[in-house]
């Protein structure tokens, strides 16, 4: 069926008539900052701590945007008769952001997470040459980066999580069998302060002896010793009686 003339000029004419009679909204930029989707891809931060000036975002920047110098410093040896190690040391971390076209590959391709992308936007310049930012600038961009959304449920653990989390568990492993013998010893003398019978026999042993080298000094072994210096005294009597009869 061939289309009716003018069909198209009053569908056009249609869609004209509705939005006329809807209210428009306007958004007051910049009074009324925009809403924007977590992953908004505004400018790229740098976490200086986590670079370790591998060069592989600079290597893999499609645009050349990203500028990186560095220099070698020599670590001493953590223990005696170590050897020396050495390690990169960052100087300069610059991105031009006049070429940069956005499309997130140095972020990607980063091994260690020194690179994020923050949703901020407002970041225009007069000048081009203000648009390369520096490792400082970089660095400020790092406050306005969001928190990572949180992982579904049926996610798997992080592997930084999980490592750390062996970790723990090992360490709890090892000091586990060092703690039950310090708790049993403790018990073991708990019995004898609570029986009464075996400490005061003791105690009163104790006493006893206690009290024998406390008598005179002028006195003899055989007054001292009473059971053993009685009996052959009481015999002698007898003895001189029977004597004499």
Not at 103 to 120: R, T
Request: net charge negative.
């Amino acid at each position: 069926m061939a289309p009716i003339p003018g069909s198209g000029l009053a569908k056009g004419l249609a869609v004209t008539l509705r939005t006329m009679t809807k209210k428009s909204v306007t958004a007051q930029y910049p009074d009324a900052q925009p809403d924007l989707p977590p992953r908004t891809r505004g400018v790229i931060g740098l976490f200086e701590e986590n670079c370790t000036v591998c060069m592989l975002c600079a290597r893999e920047c499609p645009d050349w945007c990203i500028y990186i110098d560095s220099h070698k410093e020599t670590v001493p040896a953590a223990t005696p008769g170590g050897r020396e190690r050495s390690r990169n040391v960052l100087d300069r971390f610059a991105i031009d952001f006049s070429l940069c076209m956005y499309c997130g590959i140095c972020i990607e391709v980063c091994p260690f997470d020194a690179l994020f992308w923050s949703p901020e936007f407002e970041y225009a310049e007069t000048d081009i040459r203000d648009l390369t930012h520096e490792r400082d600038k970089l660095r400020e961009w790092m406050w306005t980066v969001p928190a990572p959304p949180a992982l579904d449920p049926g996610a798997e653990e992080p592997k930084e999580l999980a490592a750390a989390r062996k970790t723990a568990d090992k360490l709890a492993a090892q000091q586990a069998p060092q703690d039950p013998p310090a708790q049993q010893a403790a018990p073991a003398t708990e019995p004898h302060a609570t029986e009464p019978h075996p400490t005061e026999s003791h105690a009163d042993e104790q006493a006893r002896a206690a009290e024998q080298p406390t008598r005179p000094q002028g006195d003899s072994p055989q007054q001292t010793d009473q059971p053993e210096t009685d009996q052959p005294e009481t015999d002698q009597p007898e003895t001189g009686q029977e004597g004499r009869a």
